[in-house]
């Protein structure tokens, strides 16, 4: 299942223990943690201590969030993954941060804001406008034992490191037979916004869940965008973290105690019975919006934000179709070869004696995005086709 397939990524656990971490030096406890991997051994091993890691930071996702119902503070979206930053460039001095006007400008959307001040201009590294070049630089510093968090500042830019995010940073764990792990973070903001242009308005995740050994997630809200961060920073693996360009100011209560949240795990937005509706980023709020007009027509849809778009949590998954038989895949990745497509090849794969109805999946249309806001709206999935789609499935 989802647990153990960070597994077959790199030699230890996506995701470090969840427990705050002590003020020691960063080289110390990284050692411990390679000797934990070690001492467990390969194989089976190995797959026990990404489970126990799971497990570890679910637990405390959950308690985090019981938490925050009575205390915490409010923050912006951009301000949870700064939080996010500055939490862990303070708990280790090998992490640090590389890309366009990441340092005295604090970012395209402020994420980086200040963090210049803070930590220097050598551990807030301002980049020409050379993705190819800052990307393969990160991957080097990765080799090298740094943990380096490589901003696009839009996600389409990234294209132009393709071949060093394909070629060094998924798989030269694999090619140097062991010698090196990648723990890189790539970020950065991606989708639709409004009226950026077809360029601006790039959705990746179809361009890298094919890259063997990079895993990809995908935040939807403060808190989780927060705990994904968190957890990507600390992962040995090379991690890709998409954020939405239009949820860069929605706000939520976060706690204020140290949490994170696990890179495998999706989140159950809303318990259901009739259908399984399967989402992530932006597209979750269209969904909670269809959800309203489908509650009001006597439907009772389970909402799933996937949040780990490599590997699927078919745990999570499974169960819920298990319940309703019943799938819709939301996404505003395009239609062919997008995140959907896979995602219903694996339903089919592990769940087809469970189905009740064809798996339907709404997806962006395979047209370049047009700066017209009424045609750009045309191209993305709306709340009316969701209800629409829901209505089908369950006549």
């Not at 890259?211 to 961060?229: E, R, W």
């Not at 489908?294 to 909402?303: H, I």
């Amino acid at each position: 299942m989802a647990a153990a397939a960070p597994s077959t990524l790199h030699a230890v656990g996506a995701v470090a223990s969840a427990k705050p971490r002590s003020a020691a030096p960063a080289v110390a406890r990284r050692s411990v943690r390679v000797a934990a991997a070690a001492k467990g051994g390969a194989g089976s091993g190995r797959g026990r201590l990404v489970a126990r890691n799971a497990v570890a930071a679910k637990a405390d996702e959950v308690a985090a969030e019981a938490g925050s119902k009575s205390g915490g503070h409010e923050v912006l979206m951009f301000e949870a993954l700064r939080e996010a930053l500055i939490e862990e460039m303070n708990l280790d001095p090998t992490v640090c941060v590389i890309g366009e006007d990441v340092g005295h400008y604090g970012g395209s959307y402020k994420v980086t804001k200040g963090l210049d001040k803070m930590f220097g201009d050598l551990r807030v590294l301002d980049t020409p406008i050379a993705e190819n070049s800052f990307t393969g630089m990160g991957v080097g510093a990765a080799m090298k034992g740094l943990r380096p968090i490589v901003e696009g500042m839009n996600m389409g830019f990234l294209l132009l490191a393709y071949n060093q995010i394909s070629n060094n940073c998924g798989m030269l764990h694999y090619t140097s037979g062991g010698q090196f792990k990648i723990p890189i973070v790539i970020r950065g903001p991606g989708g639709v916004g409004r009226q950026l242009g077809a360029e601006h308005s790039q959705r990746l995740e179809s361009y890298f869940q094919s890259i063997p050994g990079l895993q990809m997630v995908a935040c939807s809200t403060p808190y989780n965008a927060k705990g994904l961060m968190k957890a990507a920073i600390r992962s040995e693996n090379p991690v890709v973290l998409f954020e939405h360009v239009l949820l860069y100011n929605l706000k939520e209560k976060i706690p204020d105690e140290e949490y994170i949240c696990c890179l495998e795990e999706a989140e159950m937005v809303r318990p259901g019975e009739h259908v399984t509706i399967l989402t992530y980023s932006r597209m979750r709020y269209h969904v909670m919006q269809a959800a309203k007009t489908l509650v009001n027509k006597g439907y009772d849809p389970e909402v799933i934000d996937i949040r780990s778009l490599k590997p699927f949590d078919l745990h999570t998954i499974g169960n819920s179709i298990k319940k309703t038989h019943r799938v819709l895949i939301v996404e505003e990745c395009m239609r062919t070869g997008g995140i959907g497509a896979s995602l219903r090849s694996a339903i089919i794969d592990n769940f087809w004696d469970y189905l009740d109805a064809p798996i339907m999946c709404l997806s962006s249309q395979d047209v370049p995005t047009p700066y017209a806001a009424t045609l750009e709206d045309a191209t993305v999935v709306q709340p009316a086709q969701i209800v629409a789609a829901v209505e089908q499935i369950c006549q």
